[in-house]
């Protein structure tokens, strides 16, 4: 019923359009469809006014009869009437139906179509844009936000053009048959209007306080819940539980501030129609006896009234919801407008040599610090360069640049003597296998995890990339090797598988740039030893960067910048840079006298030697 | 935060169980909900009246042509108004304030509960799905009790009320309209069940669509650095399709209930109107009954279909409700003894007496451990991953029970010593120090207000966190961000001991895991922080590196959950077995690469 459908009509094409201008956009592109619906709509509600006219005629049809003058309705003819009414229901059914149908299936392909977009342009934004957004906004964004769009393009809209045409056929039809009581039945409603309004501002104020502790609630939960091992060792529990309280009685406070309003609405609502009800009791009571209006005519004036009523009862609500879709069509058209800092270049290339050369780079992000400032340094195609420096001096950031997931403030990095800024975006990804600080892999097989960058790999790509990330070694122990189910809903690798397959993931896209961002801290020394001795081979003839701290990496490198708030403050090899004694020496003789002080116990080796299958701990069971 | 469930199980509109106990929530305010009913059953009395008045008007005033009575009819009309609106007011308002308690009580409870249970339970339960219990699913309670049933109450009994109504003004147009009343229930059921099936699979893809972006968004770097935009959106094209379908589905039902139920309402106003208006006729009805009767047979209808509406709601309710239940259900594993005592002052004696645990029967993690450690030592535990060290670390903060055997501090087994008391003189270093959005002062002291001040800045002195943090914006009133974001990894170290030091435990356990990441300086900084916390205390740590191995007394070898090898690093070096071995493979590693 529905996917036909969808196809018969290509309604899955995208619309194109930048910033506030998509919603309208595909609005655009299915102004068809919502005529047609809105057309339909108007017959609807034209028709569901007109029962009310034909009870109309049968009262005075009645009344003449009684009263003898000039009339003789029967059963017949009562009976046509009645056949008349179902028929004009019929006809409102069918119209109503296809309206509906129409109009929000559109809303509904319209949300299809911007969950679609919107995630899209997700998957194009920046690292700039995800340093300050929170994912459970953006999800929250693509699914309630989006709902809410949906129904306001669907339903509410259906709603709100429903009430504009009851009411103004309303009036019309209620003309026809006396203008004064028509004025005087229509008087109400600004007061109406005017009570909405004073009803609307004080909820919406008061709703968004209740979200916001409501908010305040979810993030209390959750940090309490994560941290109950913690609380659990100290004891806390008491102290949780105090606080949490606290917020608990806000959350109360500010929804009784919230219900006194909630609960007024409604009823007021339903006096003030009524009241509507009341006028025209009086008013076209004396109207009948005086003979100005016939009894039909009271009559359908009263029913009239009674299906304006019931359509002024939804208007709260559908307020509400324009409200909420007008907030939502806001917080969506804000990710739309997010640009990505990082433009495509019209430059193509299939092959690059590797030469990496970062010409006076400056990073801040807006007016804090510069991460780094004015950076200048060349990487000759094959060689292999080590960064050293503490926590926090930019060395990720620095590396980030070459594949573009940050673009320079001032200066700019060049690959092959070509500002990265000119080459296609995929075409410069393709040539760089990046293996980040935080290794992250899907929930798919650990096949498709590696194979992630290049799926036409042979099996002997593959084994190469397995041995040297020394993956291998673990698959004997996933039970169904590479086609293992990794991540949420299958099996948990520890810190170490996890960096091994992202490495094997880089290396298997054969770049001939190679970066590694401290890429082995997981893995204990001995499979780190292994790694960078097999990768000594493949490094041959590749441009490699590594961040690291562990000196037989560093030894390992051909050349080693030393990094320090931002800035290169020595480079040479490491023989050159020992001999000067400056920076790097003392952070090699730290970082030597902390290794030989600390070297890992590498509880590896035990297992390797002792225990093959030895149990996991308890999950989480650690205090 | 329902993001990560898939449990779209949907509950049973109504289930007398879980009703009576969620009706027990509402004791402690029955006089709330009884004057509210009591407000309700005048309500739907009150609503009739406006309708009467019009009848009456019609049949006494206008119809004879008089006008006398009808200032009387008015202004009977507005006092009815008024007592509605205020009727109507005083109860929602009432109800409004019954639901907000019942919230307040149930997340309550369901809080404490919750910090009362073992953490085995935590083991159990991700995160993500207490939190939806917490907030979700209580509020999901709290909407039908404040609104939902109020509305359906209301509306049943202006249904029984206008019944009666009717069969008084008009007894055989009565029976005619209560005959459409019954397949319209019929038709609602219907739709209401092909309804359920397309809303059940709206939401499962929707929780598909959840689970994934979650993915591609914490995953975004990776699909650009790969290229990998496009394979990624196919799948997320697949889930995102099938709830447009589930949509659609859910949207045909809808299209199609509607004028159903504007088909079956214009063919009872077309049959009250042949059958009335022949009444009529026959001078067996008045006009103003056969108005009253067109105008009741709107408001007749509505209830039921607005029944359809809310029944989405009720059943959502109800699920909520089993799974706050359920939670409440969970019994707490470890508990107090009836006699737990708490110790005058704690020396740090600890033992383990043949102590075996397994987390799941049968699958021992931990066989017939047993040693002693003398208060003011120094121990490390040595071993592979899955020896069982954390494990031993969680049993001695009793977070789960043993099996066989017995934990015992000072010489008294813990299961006697009340579990708080316990946990507040056994101090633990986590490996991933937990920190809270809140000030750097409370991080330290974790809110608990028995901790002053002064004792914060000299536990932060004395473990070398006190520099950082008067460096910060506003130093120990600075707040941190989520998950202390705000915060390197070393910093965050540095709270977490200055927390052990600041709760002064006389038995320190320290994880002491791998921490690659860190650089030296900040490392060493931690180093020394570490020893001045161990210092004149019992302390026991999972250690990783030589470095702390060696300053400590006494290395316990942990190997399949057994203790293999007890004794100085001398002594073990001597011995010639796991311990020595591991020594002397770390050392040719370390020669090899020199």
Same mark, same amino acid.
């Given at each position: 019923?529905?996917?036909?459908?969808?196809?018969?009509? $290509?309604?899955?094409?995208?619309?194109?359009?930048?910033?506030?201008?998509?919603?309208? $956009?595909?609005?655009?592109?299915?102004?068809?469809?919502?005529?047609? $619906?809105?057309?339909?709509?108007?017959?609807?509600?034209?028709?569901?006014?007109?029962?009310?006219?034909?009870?109309?005629?049968? /009262?005075?049809?009645?009344? =003449?009869?009684?009263?003898?003058?000039?009339?003789?309705? %029967?059963?017949?003819? !009562?009976?046509?009437?009645?056949?008349?009414?179902?028929?004009?229901? !019929?006809?409102?059914?069918?119209?109503?139906?296809?309206?509906?149908?129409?109009?929000?299936?559109?809303?509904?392909?319209?949300?299809?179509?911007?969950?679609?977009?919107?995630?899209?342009?997700?998957?194009?934004?920046?690292?700039?844009?995800?340093?300050?957004?929170?994912?459970?906004?953006?999800?929250?964004?693509?699914?309630?936000?989006?709902?809410?769009?949906?129904?306001?393009?669907?339903?509410?809209?259906?709603?709100?053009?429903?009430?504009? /045409?009851?009411?103004?056929?309303?009036?019309?039809?209620?003309?026809?048959?006396?203008?004064?009581?028509?004025?005087?039945?229509?008087?109400?409603?600004?007061?109406?209007?005017?009570?909405?309004?004073?009803?609307?501002?004080?909820?919406?104020?008061?709703?968004?306080? &209740?979200?916001?502790?409501?908010?305040?609630?979810?993030?209390?939960?959750?940090?309490?819940?994560?941290?109950?091992?913690?609380?659990?060792?100290?004891?806390?529990?008491?102290?949780?539980?105090?606080?949490?309280?606290?917020?608990?009685?806000?959350?109360?406070?500010?929804?009784?501030?919230?219900?006194?309003?909630?609960?007024?609405?409604?009823?007021?609502?339903?006096?003030?129609?009524?009241?509507?009800?009341?006028?025209?009791?009086?008013? %076209?009571?004396?109207?009948?006896?005086?003979?100005?209006?016939?009894?039909?005519?009271?009559?359908?004036?009263? !029913?009239?009234?009674?299906?304006?009523?019931?359509?002024?009862?939804?208007?709260?609500?559908?307020?509400?919801?324009?409200?909420? $879709?007008? &907030?939502?069509?806001? =917080?969506?058209?804000?990710?739309?407008?997010?640009?990505?800092?990082?433009?495509?270049?019209?430059?193509?290339?299939?092959h690059l040599r590797g030469d990496v050369?970062f010409? %006076?780079?400056?990073?801040?992000?807006?007016?804090?610090?510069?991460?780094?400032?004015?950076?200048?340094l060349r990487i000759a195609a094959g060689s292999t360069v080590a960064i050293v420096g503490a926590t926090g001096q930019g060395k990720t950031t620095l590396v980030n640049l070459v594949p573009?997931l940050?673009?320079?403030?001032?200066?700019? &990095?060049?690959v092959?003597?070509?500002? /990265?800024?000119?080459?296609?975006?995929?075409?410069l990804r393709q040539q760089v296998g990046f293996v980040p600080q935080e290794s992250f892999l899907f929930s798919e097989s650990l096949r498709e995890n590696v194979s992630y960058g290049r799926q036409d790999a042979s099996d002997e790509d593959y084994q190469g990339a397995l041995d040297i990330s020394q993956l291998s070694n673990d698959l004997q122990q996933l039970t169904q090797g590479l086609d293992t189910v990794i991540g949420e809903r299958g099996m948990t690798l520890s810190g170490g598988q996890k960096q091994r397959a992202a490495i094997a993931r880089a290396l298997l896209k054969d770049p001939p740039v190679l970066i590694l961002d401290d890429a082995l801290s997981h893995v204990d020394t001995h499979t780190e030893e292994e790694i960078l001795r097999r990768l000594r081979t493949y490094m041959r003839g590749r441009t490699t960067i590594l961040i690291a701290h562990r000196t037989s990496t560093l030894r390992s490198a051909d050349r080693i910048v030393v990094l320090e708030?931002?800035?290169i403050?020595e480079q040479g090899s490491h023989a050159d840079l020992i001999a000067r004694?400056?920076v790097y020496a003392r952070i090699y003789r730290e970082q030597l006298a902390l290794e030989s002080r600390s070297e890992d116990v590498d509880a590896r080796l035990v297992e390797r030697e002792h225990a093959p299958d030895t149990p996991a701990d308890g999950e989480g069971g650690a205090? | 935060?329902?993001?990560?469930?898939?449990?779209?199980?949907?509950?049973?509109?109504?289930?007398?169980?879980?009703?009576?106990?969620?009706?027990?929530?509402?004791?402690?305010?029955?006089?709330?909900?009884?004057?509210?009913?009591?407000?309700?059953? +005048?309500?739907?009395?009150?609503?009739?009246?406006?309708?009467?008045?019009?009848?009456?008007?019609?049949?006494?005033?206008?119809?004879?042509?008089?006008?006398?009575?009808?200032?009387?009819?008015?202004?009977?009309?507005?006092?009815? @108004?008024?007592?509605?609106?205020?009727?109507?007011?005083?109860?929602?308002?009432?109800?409004?304030?019954?639901?907000?308690?019942?919230?307040?009580?149930?997340?309550?409870?369901?809080?404490?509960?919750?910090?009362?249970?073992?953490?085995?339970?935590?083991?159990?339960?991700?995160?993500?799905?207490?939190?939806?219990?917490?907030?979700?699913?209580?509020?999901?309670?709290?909407?039908?009790?404040?609104?939902?049933?109020?509305?359906?109450?209301?509306?049943?009994?202006?249904?029984?009320?206008?019944?009666?109504?009717?069969?008084?003004?008009?007894?055989?147009?009565?029976?005619?309209?209560?005959?459409? @009343?019954?397949?319209?229930?019929?038709?609602?059921?219907?739709?209401?069940?092909?309804?359920?099936?397309?809303?059940?699979?709206?939401?499962?893809?929707?929780?598909?669509?959840?689970?994934?972006?979650?993915e591609?968004?914490t995953g975004v770097a990776i699909i650009q650095l790969f290229n990998r935009?496009?394979?990624?959106?196919?799948?997320?094209?697949?889930?995102?399709? #099938?709830?447009?379908?589930?949509? *659609?589905?859910?949207?045909?039902?809808?299209?199609?209930?509607?004028?159903?139920?504007?088909?079956?309402?214009?063919?009872?106003?077309?049959?009250?109107?042949?059958?009335?208006?022949?009444?009529?006729?026959?001078?067996?009805?008045?006009?103003?009954?056969?108005?009253?009767?067109?105008?009741?047979?709107?408001?007749?209808?509505?209830?039921?279909?607005?029944?359809?509406?809310?029944?989405?709601?009720?059943?959502?309710?109800?699920?909520?409700?089993?799974?706050?239940?359920?939670?409440?259900?969970?019994?707490?594993?470890?508990?107090?003894?009836?006699?737990?005592?708490?110790?005058?002052?704690?020396?740090?004696?600890?033992?383990?007496?043949?102590?075996?645990?397994?987390?799941?029967?049968?699958?021992?993690v931990?066989?017939?451990?047993?040693?002693?450690?003398?208060?003011?030592?120094?121990?490390a535990i040595v071993g592979a991953t899955g020896a069982g060290k954390s494990t031993m670390m969680?049993?001695?903060?009793?977070?789960?029970?043993?099996?066989?055997?017995?934990?015992?501090?000072? #010489?008294?087994?813990?299961?006697?010593?009340?579990?708080?008391?316990?946990?507040?003189?056994?101090?633990? *270093?986590l490996q991933d120090p937990?920190?809270?959005?809140?000030?750097?002062?409370?991080?330290?002291?974790?809110?608990?207000?028995?901790?002053?001040?002064?004792?914060?800045?000299?536990?932060?002195?004395?473990?070398?966190?006190?520099?950082?943090?008067?460096?910060?914006?506003?130093?120990?009133?600075?707040?941190?961000?989520?998950?202390?974001?705000?915060?390197s990894t070393g910093?965050k170290q540095?709270?977490?001991?200055?927390?052990? +030091? +600041?709760?002064?435990?006389?038995?320190?356990?320290v994880m002491d895991e791998a921490t690659a990441s860190i650089d030296p300086e900040t490392e060493d900084?931690i180093q020394?922080?570490l020893?001045?916390?161990?210092?004149?205390?019992?302390?026991?740590i999972i250690a990783h590196r030589l470095n702390t191995i060696r300053s400590v007394?006494?290395i316990i070898v942990l190997h399949l959950g057994e203790v293999v090898e007890?004794?100085?690093h001398e002594?073990l070096m001597a011995l010639g077995g796991i311990y020595a071995r591991l020594y002397e493979l770390q050392y040719q590693v370390q020669s090899a690469t020199s």
């Amino acid at each position: 019923m529905t996917t036909a459908e969808l196809s018969a009509d $290509g309604s899955y094409a995208r619309v194109v359009g930048s910033g506030g201008d998509r919603i309208f $956009g595909y609005l655009k592109r299915y102004k068809w469809p919502y005529l047609a $619906g809105f057309v339909a709509l108007l017959g609807a509600t034209v028709l569901a006014l007109l029962p009310p006219l034909v009870v109309n005629w049968a /009262v005075d049809d009645i009344d =003449r009869t009684i009263r003898g003058v000039g009339g003789d309705i %029967g059963a017949a003819g !009562l009976l046509r009437y009645a056949a008349l009414i179902a028929a004009i229901a !019929l006809a409102e059914g069918v119209l109503r139906y296809f309206s509906r149908w129409v109009v929000s299936g559109s809303s509904r392909r319209i949300e299809y179509g911007l969950r679609e977009d919107l995630a899209n342009h997700l998957l194009r934004l920046d690292q700039g844009f995800y340093v300050q957004a929170r994912t459970g906004d953006l999800m929250s964004r693509l699914t309630n936000d989006l709902q809410a769009v949906r129904d306001f393009l669907g339903p509410t809209v259906v709603d709100i053009t429903r009430s504009i /045409v009851i009411l103004v056929a309303g009036f019309a039809f209620m003309w026809a048959i006396d203008l004064r009581l028509t004025l005087i039945a229509f008087a109400y409603l600004p007061v109406v209007i005017l009570l909405m309004a004073y009803f609307e501002t004080n909820i919406e104020k008061r709703f968004f306080e &209740v979200q916001d502790q409501i908010a305040e609630l979810t993030e209390r939960s959750q940090e309490n819940i994560s941290g109950i091992r913690a609380i659990k060792a100290y004891a806390q529990e008491d102290a949780e539980i105090r606080t949490f309280a606290r917020e608990n009685e806000e959350m109360r406070r500010r929804s009784m501030r919230l219900g006194k309003y909630e609960a007024a609405l409604l009823p007021s609502m339903i006096v003030l129609t009524q009241g509507g009800t009341l006028l025209v009791l009086w008013f %076209g009571g004396h109207d009948v006896v005086d003979g100005r209006i016939s009894l039909g005519d009271f009559t359908q004036f009263f !029913l009239i009234l009674t299906i304006l009523s019931s359509q002024l009862m939804a208007v709260g609500w559908i307020v509400a919801s324009a409200q909420l $879709g007008v &907030v939502a069509i806001r =917080r969506i058209n804000e990710i739309f407008r997010t640009t990505s800092a990082i433009a495509d270049g019209p430059h193509t290339t299939s092959h690059l040599r590797g030469d990496v050369e970062f010409q %006076g780079v400056t990073v801040r992000f807006g007016a804090a610090e510069p991460i780094l400032r004015d950076v200048s340094l060349r990487i000759a195609a094959g060689s292999t360069v080590a960064i050293v420096g503490a926590t926090g001096q930019g060395k990720t950031t620095l590396v980030n640049l070459v594949p573009r997931l940050l673009d320079p403030v001032e200066g700019s &990095v060049l690959v092959d003597g070509v500002d /990265v800024r000119e080459y296609r975006l995929d075409d410069l990804r393709q040539q760089v296998g990046f293996v980040p600080q935080e290794s992250f892999l899907f929930s798919e097989s650990l096949r498709e995890n590696v194979s992630y960058g290049r799926q036409d790999a042979s099996d002997e790509d593959y084994q190469g990339a397995l041995d040297i990330s020394q993956l291998s070694n673990d698959l004997q122990q996933l039970t169904q090797g590479l086609d293992t189910v990794i991540g949420e809903r299958g099996m948990t690798l520890s810190g170490g598988q996890k960096q091994r397959a992202a490495i094997a993931r880089a290396l298997l896209k054969d770049p001939p740039v190679l970066i590694l961002d401290d890429a082995l801290s997981h893995v204990d020394t001995h499979t780190e030893e292994e790694i960078l001795r097999r990768l000594r081979t493949y490094m041959r003839g590749r441009t490699t960067i590594l961040i690291a701290h562990r000196t037989s990496t560093l030894r390992s490198a051909d050349r080693i910048v030393v990094l320090e708030d931002g800035a290169i403050v020595e480079q040479g090899s490491h023989a050159d840079l020992i001999a000067r004694d400056g920076v790097y020496a003392r952070i090699y003789r730290e970082q030597l006298a902390l290794e030989s002080r600390s070297e890992d116990v590498d509880a590896r080796l035990v297992e390797r030697e002792h225990a093959p299958d030895t149990p996991a701990d308890g999950e989480g069971g650690a205090p | 935060m329902s993001f990560y469930e898939e449990d779209d199980a949907i509950g049973k509109v109504y289930d007398s169980r879980l009703a009576g106990r969620l009706l027990t929530y509402l004791r402690p305010y029955r006089l709330q909900v009884v004057a509210s009913l009591l407000m309700m059953f +005048a309500v739907a009395g009150l609503e009739l009246v406006p309708t009467l008045i019009v009848r009456r008007a019609i049949d006494h005033q206008i119809t004879p042509g008089q006008t006398d009575e009808l200032p009387v009819l008015a202004a009977v009309f507005a006092a009815t @108004l008024a007592c509605i609106f205020t009727l109507r007011f005083v109860q929602m308002y009432l109800m409004w304030w019954v639901g907000q308690h019942f919230m307040l009580d149930l997340r309550m409870q369901l809080f404490t509960h919750i910090q009362r249970m073992s953490v085995s339970f935590f083991d159990r339960n991700p995160v993500g799905r207490l939190v939806t219990r917490l907030t979700g699913d209580v509020q999901q309670i709290e909407m039908v009790i404040s609104q939902g049933v109020v509305q359906i109450l209301t509306n049943l009994l202006m249904v029984g009320a206008i019944v009666v109504v009717l069969y008084y003004l008009n007894w055989q147009l009565a029976l005619i309209m209560t005959a459409f @009343l019954i397949p319209l229930v019929y038709l609602v059921r219907i739709f209401a069940q092909a309804q359920r099936q397309a809303f059940r699979d709206q939401r499962m893809w929707m929780a598909r669509i959840n689970a994934y972006l979650n993915e591609l968004i914490t995953g975004v770097a990776i699909i650009q650095l790969f290229n990998r935009q496009r394979r990624n959106m196919e799948y997320f094209d697949q889930r995102n399709r #099938g709830a447009f379908d589930a949509n *659609m589905r859910v949207l045909f039902w809808y299209a199609v209930f509607e004028p159903t139920v504007v088909i079956f309402n214009a063919v009872t106003l077309g049959t009250i109107l042949w059958v009335g208006g022949m009444n009529v006729l026959d001078d067996a009805l008045t006009f103003g009954t056969l108005v009253a009767f067109i105008t009741f047979m709107q408001r007749f209808f509505w209830p039921i279909r607005e029944l359809s509406e809310r029944y989405t709601m009720i059943q959502g309710a109800m699920a909520s409700a089993e799974r706050i239940f359920g939670v409440l259900d969970e019994p707490e594993e470890v508990l107090d003894e009836e006699d737990a005592r708490e110790l005058e002052g704690v020396r740090g004696d600890i033992r383990f007496d043949h102590v075996s645990f397994a987390y799941n029967p049968g699958n021992w993690v931990l066989k017939d451990v047993d040693f002693t450690i003398p208060a003011g030592q120094k121990v490390a535990i040595v071993g592979a991953t899955g020896a069982g060290k954390s494990t031993m670390m969680a049993l001695l903060s009793r977070f789960y029970d043993v099996q066989q055997g017995e934990v015992l501090v000072d #010489g008294v087994p813990i299961r006697e010593l009340r579990q708080r008391w316990l946990r507040r003189h056994v101090g633990v *270093m986590l490996q991933d120090p937990w920190v809270v959005s809140d000030t750097v002062e409370e991080n330290i002291r974790l809110r608990d207000p028995s901790i002053s001040t002064e004792q914060i800045h000299a536990a932060a002195e004395a473990v070398g966190a006190h520099s950082f943090i008067e460096r910060l914006p506003e130093g120990y009133q600075t707040v941190l961000a989520e998950r202390g974001a705000n915060l390197s990894t070393g910093q965050k170290q540095l709270i977490a001991l200055a927390r052990v +030091a +600041a709760f002064n435990p006389a038995i320190v356990l320290v994880m002491d895991e791998a921490t690659a990441s860190i650089d030296p300086e900040t490392e060493d900084i931690i180093q020394r922080g570490l020893n001045r916390v161990m210092a004149g205390r019992t302390a026991i740590i999972i250690a990783h590196r030589l470095n702390t191995i060696r300053s400590v007394d006494r290395i316990i070898v942990l190997h399949l959950g057994e203790v293999v090898e007890d004794g100085s690093h001398e002594q073990l070096m001597a011995l010639g077995g796991i311990y020595a071995r591991l020594y002397e493979l770390q050392y040719q590693v370390q020669s090899a690469t020199s």
